[in-house]
């Protein structure tokens, strides 16, 4: 499989996954472009200077066998964020919360996925407590829907940034943290973050679109993930040999480009520095007062070179300080590490089995 090139930003239709029906209405369910099973609904927000700003939620309906057992009473409720460049896709995930008892929804951010409108600047904020709203609006359906159900936040790279920051001011508002490859500091440059740091508020502070350079380096995770093992041009693990050719991580996850782009986009000033402000308060004074599952790839791989490390490590996170930035969360911190990609929800087959028995023994133990 070749790479990919980004399309521009000016070329890319942000509604062409909702097909001809378009995004759903505000304060009406309907059937999402994921299919039976979800629903999402539009969440009005507050505009900003790009005009119309929204939320989308989805929701989980899971369906049960004829013959099982009428199933229990859900014991919790759980809510997804996703990372950067970035949607909700992970049907498997809903159904691993749903097996442990458990509500599921997730939300696409504003400028985001399902959320993202034409002439929008793609996943923009210059404050991470701007998405305070858009919790705080789905929380609001979510708990007409289920109650006063423990809430059990989950988010994935950039959203379990997110996700750790909305509980640390929210004591006493989540039952669970689950974090999936969270970007709780700046790769390997953590020592010289505060220099970096203050460069950067002085240029977002007169240009907060400039796009700061990050080079041009091999999209290896996106091409992992779209073509998979059999596109890779490698031969697939012993590990794999049983796997079945249909699954996703052997043939390739199919998500739509136009909201989780190949090659990305550019990252502006004013959004990196709010996501280093969030990294300085993980590390100086984020404390949760709920348990927290942190889970990572067992390895980093940042080389050059295509090959099988692609597939078994993290290309995007630094998870040796991830990790140590995980334990200091809180009173109750596990870290499960596992041979998976950055989204360990989208590895291999055995490698997300893994994953999904571990989350759903952990949320049986501490939710």
């Not at 402000?277 to 927290?292: I, R």
């Amino acid at each position: 499989m070749s790479e990919v090139p980004p399309c521009p930003a000016d070329e890319v239709d942000v509604l062409a996954p909702w097909g001809p029906q378009g995004p759903p209405p505000v304060d009406v369910w309907r059937t999402d472009i994921l299919g039976p099973g979800f629903e999402s609904r539009t969440l009005p927000l507050e505009p900003d200077d790009e005009g119309e700003c929204v939320a989308t939620l989805v929701r989980h309906r899971p369906t049960w066998e004829p013959e099982a057992q009428a199933p229990e009473p859900f014991r919790f409720v759980a809510l997804y964020v996703h990372g950067r460049n970035d949607y909700f896709f992970q049907v498997e995930l809903a159904e691993s919360v749903a097996r442990s008892g458990g509500a599921f929804y997730a939300i696409d951010l504003r400028k985001y996925g399902r959320s993202l409108r034409p002439g929008q600047t793609i996943g923009y904020v210059d404050d991470m407590a701007t998405y305070d709203e858009d919790l705080s609006e789905a929380l609001e359906v979510i708990r007409d829907e289920v109650g006063s159900l423990p809430l059990v936040l989950i988010g994935h790279s950039t959203g379990g940034l997110l996700v750790t920051l909305w509980a640390h001011r929210h004591p006493g508002a989540v039952a669970g943290l689950v974090l999936d490859s969270a970007w709780l500091e700046m790769h390997t440059m953590a020592s010289i973050r505060p220099a970096a740091q203050q460069v950067l508020q002085r240029v977002a502070a007169s240009n907060p679109k400039w796009e700061v350079p990050s080079g041009e380096g091999p999209d290896h995770y996106s091409r992992s993930l779209r073509g998979g093992w059999s596109e890779s041009g490698l031969a697939p693990p012993e590990r794999l040999r049983c796997a079945d050719p249909a699954d996703p991580g052997i043939s390739g996850w199919h998500y739509a480009t136009e909201w989780k782009r190949p090659g990305s986009y550019p990252v502006f000033a004013g959004w990196l520095e709010a996501v280093m402000a969030g990294h300085d308060l993980v590390d100086k004074s984020v404390h949760v007062e709920c348990p927290v599952l942190s889970m990572m790839s067992t390895s980093t791989y940042f080389g050059e070179q295509w090959g099988p490390e692609v597939f078994t490590s993290d290309v995007v996170l630094d998870v040796t300080v991830n990790a140590e930035r995980s334990a200091r969360l809180s009173d109750q911190v596990t870290i499960a590490r596992f041979p998976g990609r950055h989204d360990l929800f989208l590895s291999d087959p055995d490698v997300r089995q893994h994953v999904w028995d571990t989350m759903e023994r952990w949320l049986r133990a501490f939710v």
